[in-house]
RNA sequence: GGAGAGAUGACCGAGUGGUUGAAGGUAGCAGUCUUGAAAACUGCCGUGCCCGCAAGGGUACCGUGGGUUCGAAUCCCACUCUCUCCGCCA
């Protein structure tokens, strides 16, 4: 959520980003509720002091009951205005929290994902001397897919990878962490990037793939309605993850960390689980959008002032890993509709889908700043000894499933087989093709 | 699933009704000493919110939510989580 004193010292400002987002806010109702909830707050520590007063007075013999009286008025007094308080905090405390974060100023203003921003385009849609496939379509026949079989037993967005296409997987995973764990390549990156962030590699993570209602809701990332799928009884209270980062996001809940700590940069790998609400009848071939699936997740936990280098950085690894492979992209800037509510920042990778003959989104890159941090209470304490909120950064390394659809369209052989990428041979037993 | 123990500040850890916002220790910061460092010693050192230009003042917070009381970290109830042992199990 947003610090609700810069919500006061920016009304307007405010007011016109929320909208810029798709996320228009009674700000003025917000401001309402704050002031009441301020005087009535004042009411009450005023009650609460002269109870201390008394409390103080007495301490010593024993009360008259004049003074018991007087004690067990104040104390009405004191639990009816906190009633009222109460219900004043909770509408204005759900408003604040569904105020957005403030884009950055150089996030291009849009009222669609029509608005988003090419940045570039890196290598040319691959030609083919015959009519490329959807990924299915070579998949399925190779029974490196099963989905008629998942279907019976898991329900339809359910597959079972089979075969080369499952040590494919398995290569793509060696293959990254062995790049971010990779100092030489960072500080390449860094360099190139022009970035002063230090060249710390990411630290391989295996998260818990569910976590609580509490911590899921201080992220801002729980989407009960859409997205998030419950796990196993309601009363245990748990969520399946929709993504590696709702589990490293929410790792320093309500921990103070000391600044050498920073940054802390974790590549997770988690099998991912989304509803898919609302996407009936789309990209149902195929493995591209299916209700579980494996990922690789970068998250970055930094100082305030490197936030931003940090963002940046991932994005750069982001293009690099996708280079890597040798798949065409591009690079997309997002405007303010899109980036989302807690993003600050946010840009994608749209890769090449030849079967499909266009981009596809691959990857994302999300900028938080202290909008998540401040909800998660994740403070870094700085050489100094002041307090601020971490900064938060999240980015796709890879979707496993998308990108191994965007490896066999492009690059599919006429006779339906798949070269490989040669930076994922060595993991592979050095074969080409498969 | 059965039985038990526990949850206090950045960390460890005292504290069973009234100067306890909280002993002591560690870490951190400043200083004394030292050629420098270490050690020793001295001092400082929680967070949120409200009022205030500031200095400062007020208030809340000892897992969470209720309750008892003039007064609760301390007593009662419920819940959550953690740990230990047994059982089961990758």
């Not at 037993?153 to 971010?180: E, H, N």
């Not at 492979?325 to 090449?352: E, R, V």
């Not at 304490?381 to 980015?395: E, M």
């Amino acid at each position: 959520m947003l610090d609700i004193q810069f919500i006061r010292d920016n009304a307007d400002f405010v007011k016109e980003k929320s909208a810029q987002k798709g996320y228009p806010v009674d700000i003025d109702r917000l401001l309402e509720l704050d002031g009441q909830r301020r005087s009535k707050q004042t009411q009450i520590e005023e009650l609460r002091r002269r109870r201390n007063e008394q409390a103080a007075d007495l301490k010593q013999g024993k009360p008259t009951s004049e003074q018991i009286e007087a004690g067990k008025h104040l104390k009405e007094e004191i639990a009816s205005r906190e009633v009222e308080a109460k219900t004043i905090e909770n509408e204005f405390l759900t408003l604040l929290k569904s105020v957005p974060n403030m884009p950055l100023a150089a996030v291009p203003v849009g009222s669609s994902e029509d608005d988003n921003t090419v940045i570039k385009t890196v290598g040319v849609p691959t030609l083919f001397d015959f009519t490329p496939k959807h990924h299915h379509e070579i998949a399925e026949p190779r029974d490196l897919i099963d989905k008629v079989r998942a279907s019976k037993i898991a329900g339809s967005r359910f597959a079972y990878i089979k075969g080369d296409l499952a040590l494919l997987q398995f290569a793509i995973v060696q293959f990254v962490f062995q790049t971010v764990t990779d100092e030489t390549i960072l500080e390449r990156l860094i360099r190139e990037h022009n970035l002063s962030v230090v060249a710390k590699p990411f630290t391989p993570i295996l998260p818990p793939a569910v976590l609580r209602t509490e911590p899921y809701v201080a992220s801002a990332r729980l989407n009960a309605e859409e997205v998030t799928y419950r796990a196993g009884q309601p009363e245990d209270d748990l969520w399946l993850n929709a993504s590696a980062e709702h589990t490293l996001c929410t790792m320093y809940w309500d921990e103070i960390l000391p600044e050498e700590m920073l940054p802390i940069r974790y590549l997770g790998y988690s099998t991912s689980f989304r509803r898919e609400a609302g996407t009936y009848g789309k990209d149902t071939d195929g493995i591209f959008r299916m209700h579980q699936f494996d990922k690789l997740e970068m998250e970055v936990f930094s100082t305030p002032e490197t936030g931003i280098e940090e963002h940046e950085l991932l994005v750069a690894i982001q293009e690099y890993l996708v280079q890597q492979l040798g798949l065409p992209y591009q690079l997309i800037q997002k405007c303010t509709f899109d980036i989302g509510k807690p993003n600050a920042s946010g840009y994608d990778i749209n890769t090449w889908f030849p079967g499909q003959n266009t981009y596809r989104e691959t990857h994302t890159a999300d900028y938080m700043a202290d909008y998540q941090a401040r909800d998660l209470k994740t403070r870094v304490r700085s050489h100094d000894g002041s307090l601020a909120f971490v900064h938060t950064n999240d980015a796709t390394a890879f979707a496993l499933g998308r990108i191994m659809a965007a490896i066999i369209e492009n690059f599919q052989t006429h006779d339906g087989h798949v070269v490989i990428p040669e930076v994922l041979r060595p993991f592979m037993h050095g074969r080409s093709e498969i």
